[in-house]
T-cell receptor, first 115, second 111 residues
Framework: GAVVSQHPSWVICKSGTSVKIECRSLDFQATTMFWYRQFPKQSLMLMATSNEGSKATYEQGVEKDKFLINHASLTLSTLTVTSAHPEDSSFYIC???????????FGPGTRLTVT | ELKVEQNPLFLSMQEGKNYTIYCNYSTTSDRLYWYRQDPGKSLESLFVLLSNGAVKQEGRLMASLDTKARLSTLHITAAVHDLSATYFCAVDVGGSEKLVFGKGTKLTVNP
């Protein structure tokens, strides 16, 4: 069964509004989770590393004030897209790593459309 | 900066044929992942390769890793239509758990 869930699975919002996406680790307390973005017909790009109890680490070129990440508990990380614009429309996927197997589990993804 | 290159990017093949997808990466890493993605869906884990010479097989798919050559292959044997999907390889960045993905190979298996 799924080990990482995301909510919502899809969302449509108007330009200028903010959207929050939740990522839950269902069976494992994850101190670290990851957020990726995938544009249509492209590969996945890592946006940031979400660290429980501390600030997220953002990849180069990702605006930390625009993509707010909060990892308030060992099972929940949230990504808030602030003041969304149409170019933020994308598929956002979170992941976490299994403890000793190095397996990386991905959530089902959230498709964001900004109109 | 770690770069991951996959080829081919597009692959159209007939059922019953064999083919190999290649994944090259630019810096040392001991962890390589293969994923499958169906349209509109997230990633499904296929293989995790953790050491030089690792070989794993599941059904018609077999993956191998040569860390010295910085090369992994995903071999498809006797392809069937259900294998049609996009396949990504991804490499762990220096043990950080962060993954750098290749551009993906879109596989279409024709009857």
């Amino acid at each position: 069964g799924a080990v990482v869930s995301q909510h919502p699975s899809w969302v449509i919002c108007k330009s200028g509004t903010s959207v929050k996406i939740e990522c839950r680790s269902l069976d494992f307390q994850a101190t670290t989770m990851f957020w990726y973005r995938q544009f249509p017909k492209q590969s996945l790009m890592l946006m940031a590393t979400s660290n429980e109890g501390s600030k997220a680490t953002y990849e180069q070129g990702v605006e930390k004030d625009k993509f707010l990440i909060n990892h308030a508990s060992l099972t929940l990380s949230t990504l808030t897209v602030t003041s969304a614009h149409p170019e933020d429309s994308s598929f956002y996927i979170c992941s976490r790593r299994e403890g000793v197997s190095y397996e990386q589990y991905f959530g089902p993804g959230t498709r964001l459309t900004v109109t | 900066e770690l770069k991951v290159e996959q080829n081919p990017l597009f692959l159209s093949m007939q059922e019953g044929k064999n083919y190999t997808i290649y994944c090259n990466y630019s810096t040392t890493s001991d962890r390589l992942y293969w994923y499958r993605q169906d349209p509109g869906k997230s990633l499904e884990s296929l293989f995790v390769l953790l050491s030089n010479g690792a070989v794993k097989q599941e059904g018609r798919l077999m993956a191998s890793l040569d860390t010295k050559a910085r090369l992994s292959t995903l071999h498809i044997t006797a392809a069937v239509h259900d294998l049609s999907a996009t396949y990504f390889c991804a490499v762990d960045v220096g043990g950080s758990e962060k993954l750098v993905f290749g551009k993906g190979t879109k596989l279409t298996v024709n009857p």
